[in-house]
């Protein structure tokens, strides 16, 4: 059986919680997440594996963007990670298990599993056991075929889509496989992924991929979703994924 969608479905979702620099609010923080639950959105997070094997709530593989450290994300202890204020805040780097506290199925959340496209599947399982006994609604997502695969594999009641945009420039993906760079704005893994939705880059909406996705009944969310104008003129899409604005009414 197919799991439920529909949740995510009935509000649009906060990128990296409903973030906002000019209020002190970091991306992916505990205060942003708070701030999307008061708004009624639902919420996405960003995670990777902490040195000892804990998933940790960060978008970058460096510290250095969003606090005084500086190096791999990957390098650290859970504790050492949690311990690093989000820039000038109050806020710490959570782990999901601190995030899945905090939420408690108050809102849906859209997990992306980060990845540096080695096979290395270790975040996928750490995932699901995390996230084992959460009974509020979920979907673990990831650009990388290779972690959706492995949650279909281990998991497959969870729900599971795939991130993807139609071009991987060499400056933002330099370490990615010419390969991967044909097969992933086709979604040509499917076989093996055989994810539930697809998020795909908003000004990519026009790609066959996503278009055909669509008409055979995958819904289809669409990011980074900036403002409202653009939000209006995105076309057939199930759901957005947003920052840098607040939609006016929760399901636009």
Not at 22 to 48: K, M, T
Not at 209 to 230: C, E, H, K, M, Q
Request: net charge neutral.
């Amino acid at each position: 059986m197919r799991p439920d969608l529909a949740p995510f479905l009935r509000q649009p979702v906060a990128h990296r919680g409903l973030h906002d620099a000019a209020r002190g609010i970091v991306e992916n923080s505990r205060s942003a997440i708070l701030s999307a639950l008061a708004g009624g959105y639902g919420i996405e997070i960003d995670v990777q594996l902490s040195a000892d094997g804990e998933v940790v709530v960060f978008h970058d593989s460096l510290l250095d963007r969003l606090t005084d450290a500086s190096g791999p994300v990957r390098a650290r202890s859970a504790a050492a990670l949690k311990s690093l204020a989000l820039l000038d805040t109050r806020d710490r780097i959570p782990t999901l298990r601190e995030v899945l506290d905090l939420v408690d199925g108050r809102a849906p959340l859209l997990i992306e599993m980060k990845s540096a496209f080695n096979e290395d599947t270790g975040l996928a399982d750490a995932c699901i056991a995390a996230l084992a006994r959460y009974s509020g609604p979920f979907a673990l997502m990831s650009f990388d075929p290779s972690l959706v695969a492995k949650v279909r594999a281990r998991a497959p009641h969870m729900l599971r889509g795939i991130v993807a945009q139609a071009r991987y420039e060499t400056t933002a993906w330099p370490d990615l496989a010419a390969w991967h760079r044909v097969s992933l704005p086709w979604l040509l893994h499917w076989p093996v992924s055989r994810f539930h939705f697809v998020a795909y880059r908003a000004g990519d909406l026009g790609h066959a991929a996503p278009n055909l996705a669509r008409r055979i009944g995958i819904p289809v969310f669409a990011w980074t979703v900036r403002s409202a104008d653009a939000a209006r003129v995105l076309g057939p899409v199930d759901q957005i994924i947003f920052e840098d604005f607040v939609p006016g009414t929760p399901g636009l």
